[in-house]
Structures are given as structure tokens and as C-alpha cells.
């Protein structure tokens, strides 16, 4: 199994920019299609974007393409959440998530075996 680690969350004025990033470790990563998921207070954990294991296809939730981008680097293991031009509704709490082996992207939590715990990001005034 893939254990996960979420950094880089904060707090940021609408308009800001931020970085999450998800360490993986155990399991081999590079074969790992992974996601990233979100989870406002009161809600259900929504769908933000996901990655190939290759890298090479992407997927985003509507309300987030042009404004984030997915990406990974395999040599060390890591997943990136590049987000600009936030918003207050972008407010929660930013999982990543890993499947144990797939072909392309997968934007059903369902889908996924490994969980991080969750980094908070807040957009705020």
C-alpha cells in the first residue's frame, strides 16, 4: 500500500495562489494513477483533478479547469496541486489519493486505495 503525506496548504486572499503537495512512500508510486479530492465543511469529498501514472493525461472537476493543474514527478515520489486564482469556495480540506495500478485517470473516489490525511486550505479576506 502507498502511504501518503499532504503539505503545503495555508491560508490565502482570493486571487492567491498555492502549492499542496503529497509525498508517497511504500508502494511503488510510479505505476499509481492519483487524484486529488476536497472536502468543505458540511459537504461530501468532492473530485478536483487526477493524473495518469505516466503523467501524461489529465482530468479536472468543472469548477476548477484553467484555474489548477495536476502534476507528478515519479523520481521523487511526489504529487503537486498547482491552484491559482482561489477563490473563498475553494476553501477545504485537499486530499490525495492513490490507486494501486491503472491505465489512465480516475475521478471516482471509489476508485482509489490510498488516502492522505488532509492538508486545510482556506481563502480568505
Known amino acids: 500500500q502507498v502511504q501518503l503525506v499532504e503539505s503545503g496548504g495555508g491560508l490565502v486572499q482570493p486571487g492567491g495562489s498555492l502549492r499542496p503537495s503529497c509525498a508517497a512512500s511504500?508502494?511503488?508510486?510510479?505505476?499509481?494513477?492519483m487524484g486529488w479530492f476536497r472536502q468543505a465543511p458540511g459537504k461530501e469529498r468532492d473530485f478536483v483533478a487526477a493524473?495518469?501514472?505516466?503523467?501524461?493525461?489529465?482530468y479536472y472537476a468543472d469548477s476548477v479547469k484553467g484555474r489548477f493543474t495536476i502534476s507528478r514527478d515519479n523520481a521523487e515520489n511526489i504529487l503537486y496541486l498547482s491552484m491559482n486564482s482561489l477563490k473563498p469556495e475553494d476553501t477545504a480540506v485537499y486530499y490525495c489519493?492513490?490507486?494501486?495500478?491503472?491505465?489512465?485517470?480516475?475521478?471516482?473516489?471509489?476508485?482509489?486505495?490510498?488516502w492522505g490525511q488532509g492538508t486545510q486550505v482556506t481563502v480568505s479576506s
Open positions: 489519493a492513490a490507486k494501486f495500478f491503472g491505465t489512465t485517470y480516475y475521478y471516482s473516489a471509489q476508485d482509489y486505495d490510498s
Open positions: 511504500g508502494r511503488t508510486f510510479t505505476k499509481s494513477p
Open positions: 493524473i495518469s501514472w505516466t503523467g501524461s493525461n489529465t
